[in-house]
């Protein structure tokens, strides 16, 4: 079992509908929740961070991390065309002199006008 | 600043010969991160630097693989000699702290090794 499990879709939506994007993971260990964005032939990009447990929302955009059920979740608002990319959560932790940085493999996601 | 710049873009190469992909990170940052993506494995974290030294190197996958970087401003990556399935596309990431939650990455080079 890869240590961060994500749907690779591809998911498909119309233009303005609430779009869910969705992680689990198993290492216990993570404290920090990320959600990268990514357009085709390009490098990922920072789209959201969380520390521990929580709601953070910026914009259309909310991320959500449940330690309890090790999931995280990206809901998009009011979803754009412009949104259409590959979403990838990362989950992370340091300690012991190392740092840990693990990523799902990402969804596809299209929204269609 | 014009980002976390990487070289080549593409490279296509016959198997066998050593393949060379260079990073320049963003002024300033101290922390250097290699990525392989594949569509089977997704984004796996090859080795990452602090200060340009290298504090772990546990995902490069095999010797052929060899990271350098002699100053803050320059980092290669180093196949040789390179097989079919080294392809991918490698990124470059840079942060300014070890935690890279706010890693900046570069556009990637796809390799192709023929």
């Known amino acids: 079992q890869k240590e961060v499990e994500q749907d690779p879709g591809p998911l498909s939506v119309p233009e303005g509908a609430i779009v869910s994007l969705n992680c689990t993971y198993s290492?216990?260990?993570?404290?920090?929740f990320m959600w990268y964005r990514q357009y085709s032939r390009k490098g990922p990009e920072l789209l959201m961070y969380?520390?521990?447990?929580g709601n953070k929302e910026d914009g259309r955009f909310t991320a959500q991390v449940d330690k309890s059920s090790k999931y995280i979740s990206l809901f998009i608002r009011d979803s754009q065309p412009s949104d259409s990319a590959t979403y990838l959560c990362?989950?992370?932790?340091?300690?012991?002199?190392?740092?840990?940085?693990?990523f799902g493999k990402g969804t596809k996601l299209s929204v269609i006008p | 600043d014009a980002g976390v710049i990487q070289s080549p873009r593409h490279e296509v190469t016959e198997m066998g010969q050593e393949v060379t992909l260079r990073c320049k990170p963003i002024?300033?940052?101290?922390?250097l991160f290699w990525y392989r993506q594949t569509m089977m494995r997704g984004l796996e974290l090859l080795i990452y630097?602090?200060?340009?030294?290298?504090?772990?190197d546990s995902g490069m996958p095999e010797d052929r693989f060899s990271a350098k970087m002699p100053n803050a401003s320059f980092s290669t990556l180093k196949i040789q000699p390179s097989e079919p399935r080294d392809s991918a596309v490698y990124f470059c990431?840079?942060?300014?702290?070890?935690?890279?939650?706010?890693?900046?990455f570069g556009q990637g080079t796809r390799l192709t090794v023929v």
């Open positions: 990431a840079s942060s300014f702290r070890e935690w890279n939650t706010e890693a900046f």
């Open positions: 290492n216990s260990a993570f404290q920090y």
């Open positions: 969380t520390y521990s447990s």
């Open positions: 990362a989950c992370a932790y340091s300690g012991a002199g190392s740092y840990q940085l693990t």
């Open positions: 002024s300033g940052h101290n922390s």
């Open positions: 630097f602090n200060n340009n030294v290298p504090i772990d």
